[in-house]
């Protein structure tokens, strides 16, 4: 049954964010084969309604149904965001071929609703995406008007807990402002008990969130490396593991300082962080780093990152600024790029590892004058010298031999 102020028949084309209620808001009014859905089609044509792989079968079958619809004159309900614009101007234009009034219905919910539903959906929407689609529809709500349509509907629904468009009623991980430093615990040391290794990493979870660390990050190294503990102690998967610490009651983030990219291909960190990043509800991070460690790549049979040219190409399947090189007779070593991965032990190393390499290759006074600089900067057998000096040093022993390099 069509609300009273809806003409019938008619092209209704709804617009809203995700968990507005456009759906729930069709169902009340309309006779189901009125209801054109786009999740609806995604499940008949892909894996489930957010299977988002198969949107273009799906929008290629609604439009085809939209337009059968029309030319018989039958009303119809377009059940999508309805925030493209150009799509929007497609839907008035079938509507005047047919001689059929075209509606515009937008949600108009509060952004604290909407976020509450998307909550509670068992995949929901990136937060960052949702609060985009809100600014859009608060542009639509003042620029519908001088987009032709015959009528237009706004559908209210406040809250209590209602908030402005553009404020996050929750922290954004990622990207919120802070008005206090945050800090994450680095668990680096497993001197768990043999009988309870996931008791004793729930409890040191569950102890950071209380006393107030913002998250919690794992080491990601194959062997125990020696600043630390020695080889044989135990050190686990950091994903997996992070995996399980998802699950408890906390709201730490969780992530790794720095996973090197010679661990894993860039499509595979990809799919290992956003599965993390979907079952903490958004709390995951991931910092990335070259791989410093010469042992665990050779124990384990991967490339590790000698020279210039294989640090800039791995810097460019993961997007990273690429190293610049140098003339002869030049010194240019770039300062450090603002990539996610930045500790004690490993600040920017795409930039680094390459300044280094290009101090070992070139015979060049400038180059020379550096390096004498960074050695008198930080002795690498001191304690106080920091990994990015040490790893400095260590990368110019690699002209003249590989087997000498020791961090």
């Known amino acids: 049954m069509t609300d009273a102020r809806l003409p019938d028949p008619a092209m209704v084309v709804l617009a809203g964010a995700a968990g507005s209620g456009k759906s729930s808001w069709a169902g009340e009014r309309f006779r189901t084969a009125e209801v054109v859905s786009s999740d609806a089609l995604r499940a008949a044509v892909g894996s489930g309604p957010a299977d988002l792989d198969a949107s273009a079968e799906a929008f290629a079958l609604l439009d085809q149904i939209v337009a059968a619809r029309s030319k018989r004159s ?22 005047r071929e047919a001689g059929l009034p075209a509606v515009l219905v ?93 008791g004793w990493l729930r409890d040191l979870a569950l102890t950071a969130d209380e006393i107030g660390f913002d998250g919690l990050a794992l080491m990601d190294h194959l062997i125990q490396i020696p600043q630390v503990d020695r080889a044989w102690e135990p050190i686990p998967e950091p994903w997996i593991t992070l995996g399980m610490l998802a699950g408890l009651d ?46 665990e790549h050779q124990a384990y049979g991967l490339d590790f990152l000698i020279n210039f040219r294989s640090v800039s190409r791995r810097s460019e399947r993961y997007g990273l600024p690429a190293p610049r090189p140098t003339t002869a007779g030049t010194c240019n070593c770039p300062k450090p790029p603002a990539i996610p991965a930045q500790s004690a032990t490993c600040r920017s190393l795409s930039a680094v590892r390459a300044s280094a390499v290009r101090c070992a290759s070139s015979p060049s006074r400038p180059m020379a004058a550096t390096c004498r600089r960074t050695r008198r900067c930080c002795d690498p057998r001191s304690t106080s010298c920091t990994g990015t000096a040490r790893l400095w040093i260590a990368t110019r022993r690699t002209s003249r031999s590989l087997s000498s390099i020791c961090l």
């Open 250 to 295: 906390t709201n730490l983030r969780l992530g790794t300082l720095v996973s090197p990219v010679t661990f894993r291909e860039p499509g595979i960190i990809a799919k290992t962080v956003a599965t993390l990043d979907v079952l903490s509800n958004g709390r995951a991070f991931c910092g990335l780093g070259a791989g410093w460690w010469l042992r």
């Open 74 to 95: 039958l009303t119809t309900v377009i059940d999508t965001l309805g925030l493209d614009q150009e799509r929007r101007a497609s839907y008035r234009r079938l509507a």
């Open 106 to 198: 937008i949600m108009n919910t509060a952004a604290a609703v909407c976020r509450e539903r998307n909550r509670e959906r068992d995949r929901p929407v990136p937060a960052p995406v949702l609060t985009d689609q809100l600014r859009k529809i608060k542009r639509l709500l003042d620029a519908a008007h001088d987009e032709g349509w015959d009528q237009i509907l706004i559908a209210e629904e406040h809250s209590a807990a209602d908030a402005p468009i553009d404020v996050q009623p929750t922290p954004d991980h990622d990207h919120g402002p802070s008005t206090r430093p945050r800090v994450v615990l680095q668990v680096s040391r497993f001197p768990w008990p043999e009988e309870d290794p996931a």
